[in-house]
Nanobody, 124 residues
């Protein structure tokens, strides 16, 4: 069972930066999974933010974050990151990392394992 633990959320002013981390707590390695970041704002559905393919390290981004966010993986530390720059008020949400056995996907339904989420609040 993959166990994902996010950290790094917090309160930041618009224009600021945060780096989210997602560690795997059960000893399984990320290299066997596609990885993704999703977010959910109050009253809204969970939406795709960024993804990293299982093979080749291909990255995918939602249009709303392209050029501002960067997804990356440190295989030695078995940790997934989301570097978020030029944050906007509309980026405020709970951010979740997820792991899936698919090759790559931007759809939540294709991810098998989820973390508990970390709150990101951007003040305007």
């Amino acid at each position: 069972q993959v166990q994902l633990v996010e950290s790094g959320g917090g309160l930041v002013q618009a224009g600021g930066s945060l780096r989210l981390s997602c560690a795997e707590a059960s000893g399984r390695t990320f290299i066997n999974y596609a990885m993704g970041w999703f977010r959910q704002a109050p009253g809204k559905e969970r939406e795709f933010v960024a993804a990293l393919s299982k093979i080749g390290g291909i990255t995918y981004y939602a249009d709303s974050v392209k050029g501002r966010f960067t997804i990356s993986r440190n295989s030695a530390k078995n940790t997934l990151y989301l570097q978020m720059n030029s944050l906007k008020h509309e980026d405020t949400a709970v951010y979740y990392c997820a792991a899936g056995t698919v090759l790559a996907s931007t759809a939540p339904i294709h991810y098998n394992y989820w973390g508990q989420g970390t709150q990101v609040t951007v003040s305007s």
